[in-house]
């Protein structure tokens, strides 16, 4: 809404745990870790802000509460606060609006968005609501806007929309210094006239400051459905920004292009975190971004690499998918699920497409099964293998703190002449994000080419292989990269482009 007025946001996402960052954290717990480029392991939120701004956001704009007591404990022991108590408040406070203005300064923006997680009333979050309530007595009430997002839940049994769990939180705000400017009620449906008016009436704020983030299609229409209730307008206003005529056409001609998908193909999913899918959001979205470009709905089906281990005949049922891919992930869980469906797609000229653990088994099932090294792996997965084709990076041997410690954040990468990846991208250097501590192994690099695997990518040092693919199927690429974090609606990931566009090639012939 900021931006299609002609100004420039920045977003920071507040997260209330103990972690220093998501790097540490199952995805069953947390959900995908988001990498920035700058090698941040970070909330999947950040994901969707560089989504729908377009913006490349950095590891300073994920704030945790690890990240701030570290901070201020390290500079206790340094003696900066000599003869001092330290407390939550000032010095936790402080370091807190200190981060934030860091990021505004850093950024030369227009305005700051802050979101802080969490549910008000946790107790981990309230250092942070207490940093943002003083902040608006020391920026000015004209300069700070507070915006609560609260649930309204609808009773199954009579349809009604409940305003009390929204009343609570906003009294619980209210009772720790913070009064609402804006409402934003988190609903099914669009709020009825006496759910609106008796938030406005309860949450103590005018009946247009409330607003309904209703549920939609397409999660890229809620900017525009926020706006047409008159919530853009209102923030100007409140704001005292000039609130010029919003141009929505570009951003209409995107949502358009994922309600206008009519064709469909099936991609199967292969991995270890496929209860959650959040544990794959930015792959999700990857895909979509890339079905929208070629007017086709992608169906993901999600497929527990463990169950093609104990099951052979599940494994022949990826042959009623247009597409494969085989997910990132740590561990031994699943991996040789995860080679049996490599396999099955390369076997079957099924169009794949591997990502960073999936690019390894890639590698490891072409040694295997092509190359004839019967007990080929990764030394992650069994440190004692004959043939080590993916081994731990030089760099990494050693290494015992596991957190923030991988190969992590945008790295050149170059695309040799005359191979897939070269074509999608249509130039020779890009930079894609990562996050690993395996790699295909040097020692390995003549025999694997020599039996037909291509080397399409190495890093700019070329002491890495960054991208494989074999030529004589009709889609067969992997990459140790992940370059669905630099996907956007409108301009999708050119590896995730071409995989829908293979897939649906595929589904078309098969018809």
Not at 29 to 57: A, K, M, P, Q, S
Not at 428 to 452: C, I, Q, T
Request: aromatic share 8%; charged share 25%.
């Amino acid at each position: 809404m900021f931006q299609v007025r002609g100004y420039s946001p920045t977003i920071i996402k507040i997260d209330p745990y103990l972690n220093v960052d998501a790097g540490t954290m199952n995805p069953y717990i947390h959900g995908e870790v988001f990498v920035t480029d700058d090698g941040g392991e970070t909330d999947l939120d950040l994901g969707h802000y560089e989504r729908f701004l377009n913006i490349n956001l950095s590891k300073y704009n994920n704030i945790t509460t690890g990240q701030i007591y570290k901070a201020v404990i390290e500079a206790e022991r340094r003696g900066d606060y000599l003869g001092v108590c330290v407390q939550v408040v000032p010095h936790i406070t402080d370091e807190i609006k200190r981060r934030i203005r860091m990021v505004g300064e850093k950024s030369g923006v227009d305005v700051v968005i802050v979101e802080v997680g969490g549910t008000v009333g946790d107790i981990e979050g309230l250092p942070f609501l207490e940093a943002i309530r003083q902040m608006r007595l020391e920026e000015g009430y004209e300069n700070t806007l507070f915006v609560h997002v609260a649930l309204v839940p609808i009773l199954d049994v009579t349809g009604e929309q409940k305003t009390k769990p929204c009343q609570h939180s906003v009294n619980e705000l209210r009772r720790i210094g913070i009064q609402p400017d804006i409402i934003v009620a988190r609903c099914a449906s669009p709020l009825m006239e006496s759910a609106k008016r008796k938030i406005a009436l309860f949450g103590n704020v005018p009946y247009n400051a409330v607003f309904t983030s209703y549920t939609v299609d397409c999660i890229y229409e809620v900017p525009l459905i926020l706006d047409e209730q008159g919530m853009g307008s209102y923030i100007m206003r409140r704001l005292g920004l000039k609130d010029v005529k919003p141009d929505w056409s570009e951003w209409r001609g995107i949502v358009d292009s994922f309600r206008k998908c009519d064709r469909r193909i099936k991609v199967a999913m292969c991995g270890k975190y496929t209860m959650l899918a959040d544990s794959y959001i930015s792959i999700n979205e990857a895909l979509k971004h890339a079905g929208a470009k070629l007017g086709v709905h992608v169906d993901l089906n999600w497929i527990e690499t463990e169950l093609l281990e104990k099951n052979s005949s599940m494994v022949k049922s990826l042959a009623n998918y247009d597409g494969i891919m085989v997910l990132p992930g740590f561990g031994v869980r699943g991996v040789e699920g995860k080679i049996r469906a490599v396999q099955f797609a390369r076997e079957n000229d099924i169009p794949f497409l591997g990502i960073c653990f999936g690019f390894q088994m890639a590698v490891v099932e072409f040694a295997r099964n092509v190359l004839g090294l019967k007990d080929a792996n990764s030394t992650e997965v069994d440190p004692n293998t004959p043939h080590p084709v993916v081994d731990i990076l030089p760099e990494q041997k050693g290494v015992e703190v596991k957190g923030g410690s991988m190969r992590l954040g945008a790295h050149k990468i170059i695309l040799k002449d005359n191979t897939l990846v070269r074509a999608l991208y249509g130039c020779s250097v890009v930079s894609e994000r990562h996050r690993h501590r395996y790699e295909v192994n040097p020692k390995y690099w003549d025999a694997l080419e020599s039996s037909g695997l291509v080397f399409s990518g190495l890093s700019e040092d070329g002491r890495r292989v960054e991208f494989i693919e074999i030529k004589e199927l009709r889609f067969f690429l992997a990459s140790q990269s992940h370059p669905e974090f630099n996907s956007r609606p409108g301009r999708p990931s050119p590896p995730y482009l071409g995989f829908v566009k293979a897939a649906l090639d595929y589904f078309e012939g098969r018809s």
